[in-house]
């Protein structure tokens, strides 16, 4: 399968510790995006990066939140100390953006499921 | 915020069509209509994008009006398998690329056997 991948696909952990995910996009796609999804609510968008360089970070992406994408290939989101009100899915998409071609759209992964105790 | 409105909740007839609204009166000229849906527990699905003209593939038609402030997802035989939520978004396209998606709640539609 080449669709989007996510591990784990859950992830139980204490109030305080840190966690990290990691998604591997489709391999031709430069652009990698995460998204948060909590109980009842639509994906809410956390980061995106194009290659390597990270190009936009929401306004909820606190500073206990870091994403890095280091070879423009998969991506890692890490949550230090984390919280009860982190619990959500944690969603990665990927899309290829050029000047030239675009597949207009962007595909998901089956996202992490991270619950905070 | 999403710019999009979507009724809540709906229910269709399994082997009926599914017409799913969309009002969008605050569009703008380089935004695109996408459908995505989200089955339970999994990521969401790309489903159909249109800018003024309707569009159709394998999965689904998009009619948009005229002015743009609205539109609608027809599923045209609908199966179990569509249960679901389906977020209509709007989303700019730049020459780059296009931008983030802004889901809203979206609609959830649950097909009646």
């Known amino acids: 399968d080449t669709g989007v991948s996510q591990n784990p696909r859950h992830k139980i952990t204490k109030r305080g510790q840190n966690v990290t995910f990691r998604c591997d996009p489709i391999s031709e796609h430069n652009r990698l995006y995460w998204y948060r999804q909590t109980l009842g609510q639509g994906p809410e968008f956390l980061t995106y990066?194009?290659?390597?360089?990270?190009?936009?970070k929401s306004r909820l992406l606190s500073d206990r939140f870091s994403a890095e994408r280091p070879k423009g290939s998969f991506s890692t989101l890490e949550i230090q100390r984390t919280e009860q009100g982190d619990s959500a899915m944690y969603l990665c998409?990927?899309?290829?953006?050029?000047?030239?071609?675009?597949?207009?759209?962007?595909?998901f992964g089956p996202g992490t499921r991270l619950t905070v105790l | 915020d999403a710019k999009t409105t979507q009724p809540p909740s709906m229910d269709c007839a399994e082997g009926r069509a599914a017409n799913l609204p969309c009002n969008h009166s605050t569009i703008s000229g380089n935004e695109y209509v996408y459908w995505y849906r989200q089955i339970h527990s999994q990521g969401p699905q790309y489903i159909i994008h249109g800018l003024k003209n309707n569009e159709t593939n394998e999965m689904a038609s998009l009619i948009i009006t005229e002015d743009r402030k609205s539109s609608t997802l027809i599923l045209p035989h609908a199966t179990l398998r569509d249960t679901a939520v389906y977020y209509c978004i709007l989303v700019v396209s730049h020459f780059f690329g296009n931008e983030k998606l802004t889901f809203g709640t979206g609609t959830r539609l649950t097909i009646i056997p």
């Open positions: 998409a990927s899309s290829w953006e050029g000047l030239v071609t675009s597949t207009d759209t962007q595909y």
């Open positions: 990066f194009q290659n390597e360089a990270q190009l936009e």
